[in-house]
């Protein structure tokens, strides 16, 4: 059974870069017709998707943060990351990683998620 | 880009049906898929698509959809069943049909 599981730093200072990865078990991040989607819980608040790459490799980022995102694929490591830049206090919340696709009808449902990671930003 | 408008609260008596709304223009284009999310856990795809369940999901939980308004419905709710609700869908606005949106979510009590 495929799983995800985030890792990276939990705290990260203001105007720094978040990084973090998602590690894929029981299954081929190349494996087509899926996408791999990086999507965020602020403390109290509702999912913000992020963004995500495409297992051809195309990415696809919120509008809303696109200039301080890269989401990228590492094959050999069954594995994809996520750095966002210029990090602020606004960027404090739970990330998770997630797959979607398999159908045209699942393309945007996330039937797969880590059990996520809680970053902090503070000095 | 679009936006999914979701009631932010809903409480249902145990045992009776309760519907959830999602409403949004992209809803007249794309499908919804529906999330439960108890606290402290990540969120579990309950519906997507027409009307699909993953597999392990009650058949109490069903979808369905008209004009800009998805609907997931709980009938019989259980006292498990509260939790927060979110919808997604695809974008449908101008060139950002690649991109997804996801509803304010819904917090469901179970009276």
């Known amino acids: 059974q495929l799983q995800l599981q985030e890792s990276g730093s939990g705290l990260v200072k203001p105007s720094q870069t978040l990084s973090l990865t998602c590690a894929v078990s029981g299954g081929s991040i190349s494996s087509g017709g899926y996408s791999w989607s990086w999507i965020r819980q602020p403390p109290g608040k509702g999912l913000e998707w992020i963004g995500y790459i495409y297992h051809s490799g195309s990415t696809y980022y919120n509008p809303s943060l696109k200039s301080r995102v890269t989401i990228s694929v590492d094959r050999s490591k069954n594995q994809f990351s996520l750095k966002l830049s210029s990090v602020t206090a606004a960027d404090t919340a739970v990330y998770y990683c997630a797959r979607a696709g398999g159908s045209w009808e699942a393309m945007d449902a996330f039937d797969i998620w880590g059990q996520g990671t809680m970053v902090t930003v503070s000095s | ?111």
């Not at chain 2, 069943?81 to 979110?86: G, H, L, P, T, V």
Request: glycine share 10%; aromatic share 10%.
């Open chain 2, 1 to 111: 880009s679009s936006e999914l408008t979701q009631d932010p609260a809903v409480s249902v008596a145990l045992g009776q049906t309760v519907r959830i709304t999602c409403q949004g223009d992209s809803l007249r284009s794309y499908y919804a898929s529906w999330y439960q999310q108890k606290p402290g856990q990540a969120p579990v795809l309950v519906i997507y698509g027409k009307n699909n369940r993953p597999s392990g999901i009650p058949d109490r939980f069903s979808g369905s959809s008209s004009g800009n308004t998805a609907s997931l419905t709980i009938t019989g709710a259980q006292a498990e069943d509260e939790a927060d609700y979110y919808c997604n869908s695809r974008d449908s606005s101008g060139n950002h049909r690649r991109y997804v949106v996801f509803g304010g979510g819904t917090k469901l009590t179970v009276l």
